[in-house]
């Protein structure tokens, strides 16, 4: 993760909704003040979305992911019934998780493919190796840690929640955004190595075609 992208989650994830909730609440009311506050994550991840052109699997997910939360958000009615919402979505995604890791479908292993395929690594080739049984247990691993990230996060979220009330959104915004990184690090990590015996095969495969014989 470069510095720049760092300076935009804090500004846009952290910061931003911070500001609006703590100055914005007086003025609006709880529940209009935290939602105007998801409006700058809201727009800086449909920028990521279309930066980084996830038009695959992966970006779907996030863009059905936002949808569906910002649907639930609009549909609360109250700020903390929105805090409740979200915690019970996150649990939902951690149940959508389980089941893949279950059907030995992880989705880590898909979007690790669209992240390879936009290397420019076909997508069958690469989908075929990740199958291979000592590259597979590293995706049901990473899988493991989407749903361990988002029992941690409704947790956090749950404790903050019945010790503070509405008046812990301030606290959910900065350590769950800690907690953000430190799951998103090991998770990227866990990407970026299995990505290695891709590349490793395409490099061997170009080798090979040309020491052929013309």
């Known amino acids: 993760m470069n510095k720049k992208l760092i300076i935009l989650d804090i ?15 007086d003025i609006m009311g709880d529940y209009p003040a935290m939602l105007i506050s998801t409006i700058p994550g809201f727009i800086y991840t449909i920028y990521r979305f279309i930066l980084e052109r ?20 609009l549909l609360s009615g109250s700020a903390e019934q929105m805090l409740w919402n ?8 951690v149940l959508v998780h389980l089941i893949a890791l279950v059907l030995m479908r992880p989705l880590a292993l898909y979007f690790a493919v669209d992240f390879v395929y936009l290397q420019g690594y076909p997508r069958k080739q690469s989908t075929a190796l ?16 989407f749903i361990v990230r988002g029992l941690f996060m ?14 812990g959104n301030d606290q959910m915004l ?9 799951f998103g690090l090991l998770i990227t990590a866990g990407f970026f190595y299995t990505s290695v015996p891709v590349s490793k095969y395409f490099a061997r495969k170009q080798a090979e075609a040309k020491t052929e014989p013309l």
Request: proline share 1%; hydrophobic share 50%.
């Open 11 to 25: 500004i846009c994830y952290a910061a931003l909704p911070f500001l609006i909730w703590k100055y914005g609440r």
């Open 54 to 73: 996830q038009f695959n699997i992966a970006g779907l997910f996030v863009i059905g992911s936002l949808f569906i939360g910002t649907t639930v958000d």
């Open 86 to 93: 979200g915690i019970y979505l996150g649990l939902f995604y």
């Open 130 to 145: 990740y199958y291979k049984k000592d590259i597979f247990m590293w995706f049901q691993l990473i899988q493991i840690l």
């Open 154 to 167: 409704a947790g956090l979220k749950t404790w903050l929640l019945q010790k503070y009330g509405v008046d």
């Open 174 to 182: 900065i350590y769950r955004q800690i907690s953000s990184w430190f």
